[in-house]
């Protein structure tokens, strides 16, 4: 399908979709607070991690992105985009970057435009292993990049995020303090 015709006929959900910290997401992500035990960021939802382990079928050649968090997941997507896109497609994917991670929002429709898209989709996740249906990945014959970083690095890069982005009743200051509760 048309980039620009599944824009228009979907555009509701894409106008919802155009910045990830102020999205509005459907009610019903919010009914489970964990996903294996799994806690995730305010813009990441358990209830759609479950949903695309469940529901989501990967078509052929989709390429899907798995990183945890500061890893390099913004550096490396665009080096996917480019090595995958014409320079419209790499203008959709970046514009809605909701679509493409697979335990965001805003409403599980999203998941059937991802099927209703031709080309192969471009998907990211911060899940651990468990929490991706790899089997299907693999059985559809997708693609799967994983990207590791060296956890001090990690470490580095989330206290300085944090401390940009975190509301002030979760943000630390300090970094030993910080390095103790990241090790947890």
Known sequence: ???KKLVAENEDVFENMKSLFTMKFDPVADELETYNGVEMQAVFKPYFAKYAYENY????NDVLLV???KCGTNWTAEM???LMYTEEEKEFWKSFLALAILESGPTIQKYEILNQIKTRNYLISHQPAMNINIEKY???KAKIVFVYRNPKDVAVSFFHFQKKIAPPQFRCDD???YVKMFME
């Open 175 to 177: 970094w030993n303090e």
């Open 138 to 140: 693999l059985k559809n």
């Open 80 to 82: 996917l985009a480019e």
């Open 57 to 60: 079928n990967p078509k052929e």
């Open 67 to 69: 990183t945890y968090p």
């Open 1 to 3: 399908m048309d980039l």
